[in-house]
């Protein structure tokens, strides 16, 4: 007999690590430094924890061996209850934090929780693939609503209505952005919840890169501009506090919740049916928002994560052809492909014949389900001098490159 996957798995795509990683892992076996702009890691280039967690963690390893709160410990929920009290989120008790394996376990819970087979869910385009994923996993239908990006990538909040159906469940907001690294005004965060507010739909706020934030771009915590929208916010330590093996994360709930009992009941229960969060890593919560926020040395003028993204943005927009939006928050540049002048069919078979021939490894556009194969995600982690040389091979790359 022969085992098949699960047709549920039919229309499910992650490209983040996808088929390409294979090749990729394929040539390091054979030998070959490859360098991975694939996924936004900070560990692999370089970043350190803060050592206030790493000690906080070995502390509390005597009494982390058992199973904590399905929940999650309770230091660890009143830290992300004070944090989010300081962004003027209110009404929010230590039973409206969810600790979780990382936000993406999260997200998961939050969605399968949610969606009935055929309720829809609307999520950016591009997007980050999971949000897709799950939402298909769920049996549920992920429509994308554009981001503009002769707008700084903004959502397009007519096209957002124009997409709102009786079967729309829930939108999805991620800001700052991953894959494009828009930071979004107020207004339009505004404007997005008056839509949930009209036609009572749930919002899912991705802002695990709440931190990350370049030049004078400011967060505006979705949660904290409705207190009549059932808001749930997702977030945590993998990205702006760089532990991200750590897979700590949590899920806060706000706005309404008298008029969610019932999804909150699911949600408790899948909850609990994982029994509990990596008790170790629950301990770094507390010590990570209650000290030194290392990440804004970092984002400072001059700051490394600010000298990277600067050298990624003008290397990018040198070569011929290509063009980037400049970043203003998250680890990563979407960057285009003129169609004039890189006529790409295939952006899966571009990115493999790059990382073949360069052994560079980015993601294509079509992986956070963009309609049209003409833009590739670049990770931005590595240092400068670094960056730079990778993006000039990428532009003698395609200065030679053709598909037919």
Not at 19 to 38: F, I, K, M, T, Y
Not at 107 to 124: F, K, S, W, Y
Not at 361 to 385: C, E, I, M, S
Request: aromatic letters at 8%; charged letters at 25%; one cysteine or more.
């Amino acid at each position: 007999m022969e085992f098949r996957q699960s047709s549920k798995l039919n229309d499910v795509c992650y490209e983040i690590r996808g088929p390409v990683v294979d090749q990729a892992n394929a040539l390091e076996e054979a030998g070959h430094s490859v360098l991975r702009l694939n996924t936004g890691n900070p560990a692999t280039f370089g970043f350190e924890a803060p050592e206030e967690i790493l000690q906080d963690i070995i502390h509390n390893l005597p009494r982390a061996h058992g199973y904590s709160d399905s929940r999650g410990i309770l230091p660890a929920r009143r830290a992300v209850v004070q944090y989010y009290q300081q962004r003027g989120v209110d009404g929010v008790t230590v039973n409206d934090v969810y600790l979780g394996n990382g936000a993406s376990e999260l997200i998961q819970m939050a969605v399968t929780a949610l969606v009935d087979d055929g309720d829809e869910v609307l999520v950016p385009m591009p997007d980050y693939p999971l949000w897709t994923a799950v939402v298909r996993l769920a049996g549920g239908k992920a429509v994308h609503y554009a981001c503009d990006e002769e707008a700084d990538w903004f959502p397009d909040l007519d096209d957002i209505a124009a997409k709102i159906t009786a079967r729309t469940k829930a939108i999805v907001v991620i800001n700052p952005n991953n894959p494009t690294g828009a930071v979004y005004p107020k207004e339009l965060l505004e404007g997005i919840l008056d839509l949930a507010r009209r036609h009572q739909l749930m919002v899912l706020a991705d802002e695990i890169y709440d931190k990350i934030l370049y030049d004078d771009a400011e967060h505006h915590c979705l949660a904290a501009l409705s207190d009549d929208v059932l808001t749930l916010t997702f977030n945590g330590l993998s990205k702006s506090y760089r532990v991200a093996g750590f897979r700590s994360g949590w899920l806060v709930v706000s706005g309404p919740k008298r008029h969610a009992a019932d999804y909150l009941e699911g949600l408790t229960m899948l909850s609990g049916m994982r029994l509990c969060p990596n008790v170790p890593a629950q301990y770094a919560v507390q010590a990570a928002l209650g000290g030194h926020q290392s990440i804004n040395d970092l984002l400072l003028p001059g700051g490394r994560l600010t000298e990277q993204r600067d050298v990624a943005f003008r290397a990018l927009n040198e070569i011929p052809g290509v063009s980037c939006v400049k970043p203003r928050g998250a680890l990563y540049a979407f960057a285009r492909l003129d169609p004039a002048v890189h006529r790409i069919v295939d952006d899966e078979r571009f990115v493999l014949d790059l990382l073949l021939r360069e052994k560079i490894h980015v993601v294509q556009g079509t992986g956070f389900n963009w309609p049209r194969p003409d833009h590739f995600r670049f990770v931005t982690l590595p240092r400068a001098d670094d960056l730079e040389t990778a993006i000039n091979r990428i532009g003698r790359f395609l200065a030679t490159y053709r598909q037919t």
